[in-house]
Structures are given as C-alpha cells and as structure tokens.
C-alpha cells in the first residue's frame, strides 16, 4: 500500500508518519513546501507520477480565525485544494481520506453530534471545511471523511498544547470555560486512520476520545498530572472578541467507527495522561 499524504509536518501530519513507520509502511509525506495543494497542476502531476493507493488529506488553513480574516484563502485552501485532490484521486483510483471537522456543526444542540446530525457551520472554517466534504462525496468513490475535534499532541499549535509543551511556563493564564467538544489524541487519532485505510468501509466517521469537557477542564486536567504552578483564569468567550464564532457545544459521538471495527477510542482523560507521559 502505497500513501501520500499532504499537510504531513502538521499536528495530525506528524503523528500519522509516526504510526506508518511503526507497520513500516511505505509513505510519501508533502507539506506546503513540496507541493501546495492549490496548484491544481501541480497536484495532477504529483499524482500521476506517484501513483499511490491511498491519499491522507491533511492539509488546511486550520486556524480558525485566520480563515474569518482570510476568507479566499481559506476557500483556496480547504474548499478548492481539496477539489482538486479529489479529481486527482479519482483519476488514479486512490482511497481518499479528508480530515474535517466538529466546526460542521453549529453546536446549538443539546446532545453530541453524530454521523447523521444536521451540518450548519457558523463560521468560515467551518463553511469551507464542508464544502471541501461536499466535493469528497460527490467526486471520489472510494472515501472516508473523518470528523474530528481539538487536536493534541505534539506539534499541535492551538494554546493548551503549545503551553504543556513549554518548558518555563508563565504565572497565569486564560483559558475559555464555556465551550463544550471533543478532544482528540494525534496518536490516537493516527491510529484509527490507519484502521481505516486498511478497510474498504467507505464513509463517514466522526473519530475523537470518548467524553468532553472545556479547555479548562482539559488544563485543570492537565495540571493535575503535570504539577504546574500556572493559575488558570477561566474566561468567557465573547470576554476575547475573536474574529470568528465558535459552537458553544459541540462534541462528536463516533457510532460508525464503533461498529464497523468494533473499536472504541479511549477518553480523553486517559490520552492526556499518555501524552503528559511522552513529553516528561
Ligand atoms: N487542529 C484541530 O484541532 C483540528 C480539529 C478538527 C479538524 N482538524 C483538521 O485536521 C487536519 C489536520 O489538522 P492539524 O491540526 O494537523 O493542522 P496543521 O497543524 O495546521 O497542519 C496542516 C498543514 O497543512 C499545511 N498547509 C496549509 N496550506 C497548505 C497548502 N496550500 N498546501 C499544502 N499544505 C498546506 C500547513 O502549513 P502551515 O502551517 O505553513 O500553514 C500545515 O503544515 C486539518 O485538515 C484540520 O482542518 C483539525
């Protein structure tokens, strides 16, 4: 099995390559440097030469309000690049696998969203990341779309991530207190891509650690393992005036995963304990 993957020295992209090493997997990793998935020329040409079995989509202007204040490029990249892979993908017969995301939805429901919940993103990221979802499903035959949620890991550039990873860290620092989703384990994550890619159980799956909570109860979490001093102010959202709006609630049920592989992920809790132990 032959994999490429694009966005590959991201948060999921490094993780993933971690996992393909381990079953000595033969790989192909590209990031913006070698190939920017939004010269569609490029792309096709990339793609013929290498001929892989599988595409692993990572690539994405993933920060959420960049892609509020950047609104084309956020539609270049996420929407329109993953046109064109799609295209691509089709042309040479790949299984493509698209990452996206719990920001489908519009976290006004009461109850976590499943596979089968209604999509109504409220911001950009949101908005492109679904239609990048949308081309997925009408171009390719042969894919898998994979909802996940607040990545962690190694690599992974949203605020508590980047503060564990540090080694002096500051006096106190804010963190939102009332938004609810899913956290998600790259390692954990990586893992089931590759279950999946191994299958031929096309779909949708929505792939993050079992239970939610806020960021502050990730940090108060966090703290408890890790013993660091840092005071944690909870703060409101609308209190940082973001450029984008974020779902107040919005976790992820996985029932596809659960029962076509009979798998379940751990909770969230037990992942951040697994990857306190990695950085320590
Ligand atoms: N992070 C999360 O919490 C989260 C949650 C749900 C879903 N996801 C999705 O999961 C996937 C992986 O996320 P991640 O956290 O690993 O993201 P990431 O760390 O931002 O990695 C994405 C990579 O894609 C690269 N990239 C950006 N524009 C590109 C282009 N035009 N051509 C080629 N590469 C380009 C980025 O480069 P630069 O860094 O130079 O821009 C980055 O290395 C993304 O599709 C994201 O939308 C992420």
């Known amino acids: 099995m032959k994999i490429f993957i694009t966005g590959a020295d991201g948060a999921l992209g490094i993780a993933m390559q971690n996992a393909l090493r381990q079953e000595h997997l033969q790989f192909f990793a590209t990031d913006l440097n070698q190939l920017d998935i939004t010269d569609i020329k490029k792309v096709n040409e990339t793609m013929l030469n290498h001929h892989p079995d599988v595409i692993l989509h990572f690539a994405a202007l993933s920060n959420v309000d960049a892609c509020e204040r950047e609104k084309n ?5 996420n929407a329109l690049g ?10 040479i017969n790949a299984k493509f696998l698209y990452v996206s995301t719990n920001f489908v939805f519009d976290g006004a429901q009461e109850i976590p969203y ?10 950009e990221y ?9 081309h997925v499903r009408e171009i390719c035959d042969k894919y898998f779309i994979v909802r996940t949620s607040w990545l962690f890991g190694d690599r992974s550039k949203t ?9 002096n860290k500051p006096a106190s620092i804010n963190v939102i207190c009332d938004q609810f989703a899913s956290f998600t384990y790259t390692v954990d994550l990586a893992e089931a891509i590759l279950a999946i890619i191994k299958s031929e159980n096309y779909g949708i799956y929505h792939i993050v650690n079992r239970e939610c909570g806020s960021w502050l109860d990730f940090a108060l979490k966090a703290k408890d393992l890790l013993h660091f001093k840092t005071e944690l102010n909870p703060i409101k959202t609308e209190e940082l005036n973001l450029p984008a709006a974020r779902p107040r609630y919005a976790p992820l049920e996985s029932s596809h995963y659960q029962y076509l592989f009979n798998r379940t992920m751990r909770t969230w809790d037990d992942a951040l304990g697994a990857y306190i132990k990695s950085l320590q």
């Open 73 to 77: 490029l956020a539609m270049r990249v």
């Open 126 to 134: 949101g908005r492109t990341k679904l239609l990048g979802e949308r």
């Open 114 to 123: 499943s596979e089968y919940a209604c999509l109504n993103p409220i911001n």
């Open 82 to 91: 993953t046109l064109g892979l799609a295209i691509a993908s089709r042309k």
């Open 159 to 167: 605020y508590i991530s980047t503060f564990l990873s540090e080694k």
